[in-house]
C-alpha cells in the first residue's frame, strides 16, 4: 500500500508521481496533488521528468502515459 505525502491518501492501486516541492523537497504525491501543485506554480521547474518517456513505460494504473 502506498500512501501520499501531501493528503495521506492511501490504496494499493494509487498512483504516485514524485514532485519537488519549492518548500517542503521531494515528495511522492497522488495525481491530485501533483496537479494542484502544478496549477499553483509550487514545484522547482524541470524536476519531475515530465515526459515520462525514459523512466515510464505508461503501463501503471492511473497512468497518464498509459
Known amino acids: 500500500m502506498v500512501t501520499c505525502e501531501l493528503c495521506n491518501q492511501t490504496g494499493d492501486n494509487l498512483s504516485l508521481r514524485e514532485a519537488v516541492h519549492k518548500d517542503l523537497g521531494k515528495k511522492w504525491v497522488c495525481g491530485d496533488c501533483w496537479t494542484s501543485?502544478?496549477?499553483?506554480?509550487?514545484?522547482?521547474?524541470?524536476?519531475?521528468?515530465?515526459?515520462?518517456?525514459?523512466?515510464?513505460?505508461?503501463?501503471?494504473?492511473?497512468?497518464?502515459?498509459?
Do not use: E, I
Open 37 to 66: 501543485l502544478y496549477d499553483k506554480n509550487s514545484m522547482v521547474s524541470g524536476t519531475t521528468g515530465g515526459g515520462g518517456t525514459f523512466s515510464c513505460p505508461g503501463g501503471c494504473a492511473g497512468c497518464r502515459n498509459a
